[in-house]
């Protein structure tokens, strides 16, 4: 009834140009999104490598995680490189898991690491622990330096240390504090 006197009263084709203005903007809108989505996973997000690898046949399996920042922890650490390694670290997990591969319950090696890193990084560092019940502030000082290369933390690198036992970078990705 109320799109009848519209019409009506403003003529179809005026109602068409609004219907057409609304469209445009919701496209124009939607690519400025797009936009800042692209802008923001260039430059602020890290890609998370969390890989599982059995330790009967080898096979591999990797699992993908965009993250804004990275948390790291600083119990047992001195610099910001060295809670990078610590992060970074293969760890044996001994519960038995089934390998895709040989279908075999093995233990499994877990390694973290990144696949992307982005031109800014958000690092968190873990400044309390949790013993059971009790909160503790871990009250330390990190050394970093003004610029931290994160080239050697990535999945690339890391394959090419095992295959060639050498680092060879095509790049090198560094950071600069303020």
Not at 148 to 176: G, H, R, W
Request: hydrophobic share 45%.
């Amino acid at each position: 009834m109320m799109v009848k006197y519209i019409v009506k009263q403003f003529g179809f084709w005026l109602i068409y140009d609004l219907y057409c203005w609304v469209g445009n903007c919701y496209i124009f809108l939607d690519c400025v999104f797009v936009l800042i989505k692209n802008v923001v996973f260039a430059n602020y997000y890290l890609l998370l490598v969390f890989q599982l690898q059995c330790s009967t046949c080898g096979h591999t399996s990797n699992t993908f995680e965009p993250l804004i920042d990275m948390s790291l922890e600083i119990d047992n650490v001195d610099s910001l490189p060295s809670a990078l390694e610590s992060f970074t670290k293969v760890e044996n997990i001994d519960e038995n898991f089934r390998c895709d591969n040989c279908k075999e319950e093995v233990s499994m090696e877990k390694q973290l690491m990144l696949d992307q890193t982005p031109s800014v990084a958000a690092l968190h560092l873990k400044r309390f622990k949790t013993n059971g019940i009790l909160v503790e502030k871990i009250d330390k000082h990190i050394d970093f330096p003004l610029e931290l290369d994160l080239q050697p933390y990535t999945i690339k690198v890391m394959e090419d240390l095992v295959a060639e036992n050498d680092v060879s970078c095509d790049f090198i990705t560094t950071f600069t504090f303020y």
